[in-house]
């Protein structure tokens, strides 16, 4: 397994900017497919955006379909999510996650690795 550590998060105004990253250590990070979740206080997880394993290929919720953007450096072992235009309810914690294989993964259960989250709090 990977260990997972997101940082980036904070609060914005809606309509604004932020990036979330994710470090990984461990294991080769190229043989993970990444992504993003996310959790509102008393809601479920739900899944953001995945990225396969050397970036080619991208997923993304419908909900911040055209807002995110999901990218990954083997080289420095590191996931991003690049977050724009934010909207109040994109608040959440936000987590990164390694699915063990090639491709990208929608499904929290796919996922073997998770990091502790970081917080992103979007005022209106």
């Known amino acids: 397994q990977v260990q997972l550590v997101e940082s980036g998060g904070g609060s914005v105004q809606a309509g604004g900017s932020l990036r979330l990253s994710c470090a990984a250590s461990g294991r080769t990070f190229s043989n993970y497919g990444m992504g993003w979740f996310r959790q509102a206080p008393g809601k479920d997880r739900e899944f953001v955006a995945a990225?396969?394993?050397?970036?080619?290929?991208?997923y993304y919720a419908d909900s911040v379909k055209g807002r995110f953007t999901i990218f990954r450096d083997n080289a420095k072992k590191m996931v991003s999510l690049q977050m724009r235009n934010l909207k109040p309810e994109d608040t959440a914690l936000y987590f990164c996650?390694?699915?063990?294989?090639?491709?990208?993964?929608?499904?929290?259960?796919?996922?073997?690795?998770w990091g502790q989250g970081t917080q992103v709090t979007v005022s209106s």
């Open positions: 996650a390694a699915a063990s294989g090639s491709y990208y993964y929608i499904n929290a259960i796919q996922y073997n690795s």
């Open positions: 990225i396969n394993w050397n970036g080619g290929t991208t």
